[in-house]
């Protein structure tokens, strides 16, 4: 089936480091990638997303790329702000199995 | 506001009951999606419904059906509760006009239930 595997957590960072969350997904078919944040005490929210490949996705200075030769959408940001700690999904869905597949979350601290 | 809303927000109650959590989503949209958000198990997809009719299934236990409704509204059904149901809940609902299931999920803000 397919599946998602992102780097393990916690990952702190000073403010205005350079931030990389590597994610890797196995897929059958052609996937549309997606990140989603999610922010303390709330819901998911989508971040960015491609739907084919060498798409870069982009949104608030985050960014990701397609990849299909190495199966990645690795997360990235310039600069981060205090205000982007928070838990970091990476996602997949694939048109013919209609079950979304989302990795296990990398949550993120930034320290003034 | 993702315009996805789900009710109750929070839920305690006790082993062997029965609960039901309630979602409204988005105006226009067709699917729903639920979720288990637990500190050990990550999030898990539990089920997917679309137009009124159960489209793909997860991680979800027998003791646990959903529904969705005409006006598109969906409910889960917890039944006979365990200490380990304990989690966040959310819901999710995409536009999917085409049926492909790959579109955008916007997550309501969850239930967290407490089962003591």
């Known amino acids: 089936g397919d599946s998602v595997t992102q780097m393990e957590g916690p990952v702190t960072l000073s403010e205005e480091a350079f931030l990389t969350i590597n994610c890797t997904y196995t897929a059958t078919g052609y996937p549309s990638l997606f990140w989603y944040v999610q922010y303390p005490g709330e819901g998911l929210q989508l971040l960015l997303k491609a739907t084919k490949a060498d798409d870069k996705g982009s949104n608030k200075g985050f960014e990701a790329t397609y990849r299909k030769e190495t199966t990645s959408f690795h997360l990235e940001k310039g600069s981060v702000q205090v205000s982007d700690s928070a838990v970091y999904f990476c996602?997949?869905?694939?048109?013919?199995?209609?079950?979304?597949?989302f990795g296990r979350g990398t949550s993120l601290i930034v320290h003034p | 506001d993702s315009g996805v809303t789900q009710t109750p927000k929070h839920l305690i109650t006790a082993t062997g009951q029965r609960v039901t959590l309630r979602c409204s989503p988005r105006?226009?949209?067709?699917?729903v999606y639920w979720y288990q958000q637990s500190l050990d198990q990550g999030l898990q997809f539990l089920i997917q419904y679309y137009n009124g009719e159960e489209r793909a299934k997860g991680n979800i236990l027998e003791r646990f059906s959903a529904q969705q409704f005409p006006d598109l509204h969906s409910e889960l059904n917890l039944s006979s509760l365990e200490l380990g149901d304990s989690a966040l809940y959310f819901c999710?609902?995409?536009?999917?006009?085409?049926?492909?299931?790959?579109?955008?999920?916007?997550f309501g803000p969850g239930t967290r239930l407490t089962v003591l």
């Open positions: 105006s226009g949209d067709l699917s």
């Open positions: 996602a997949l869905m694939t048109g013919g199995s209609y079950i979304p597949t």
């Open positions: 999710a609902s995409s536009v999917d006009q085409v049926g492909a299931g790959r579109d955008t999920q916007y």
